[in-house]
């Protein structure tokens, strides 16, 4: 069974830091790109970082430059998601999603295929 699994998330005060973590298992996800996506309470799902198959491109959204920083550990078949100065508005349900197109430096929303069940972090001011 195909399957990533989050964990990490927790109750922070703003300015703090938490780091999420995202293992794969049935595949080997070492060979796909990778994203995190995050999703606020009666928002819609947002975009926060990507990562390509082999760790030596990464894409931010700008709500997560400069702030979080996207990893890869192949491995381990995990991907981190390092979220600094958090702030209440981070407060949302993580998830990360492999793409299926082998090797590909980049994500394509249209392409993502496997997800996690997500991992809650919230902020407080």
């Known amino acids: 069974q195909v399957q990533l699994v989050e964990s990490g998330g927790g109750l922070v005060q703003a300015g703090a830091s938490l780091k999420l973590s995202c293992t794969g298992s049935?595949?080997?996800?070492?060979?796909?790109?990778m994203a995190w996506y995050r999703q606020a309470p009666g928002k819609e799902r947002e975009f926060v970082a990507a990562i390509s198959w082999g760790g030596g491109h990464t894409y931010y959204a700008d709500a997560a430059k400069g702030r979080f920083t996207i990893s890869r550990d192949n491995d381990k078949n995990t991907v981190y998601l390092q979220m600094d100065r958090l702030k209440p508005e981070d407060t949302a349900n993580y998830y990360c999603?492999?793409?299926?197109?082998?090797?590909?430096?980049?994500?394509?929303?249209?392409?993502?295929?496997?997800w996690g069940q997500g991992t809650l972090v919230t902020v407080s001011s």
């Open positions: 049935g595949r080997i996800f070492s060979s796909y790109a």
């Open positions: 999603a492999s793409d299926k197109r082998l090797y590909s430096d980049y994500v394509d929303q249209k392409f993502l295929e496997v």
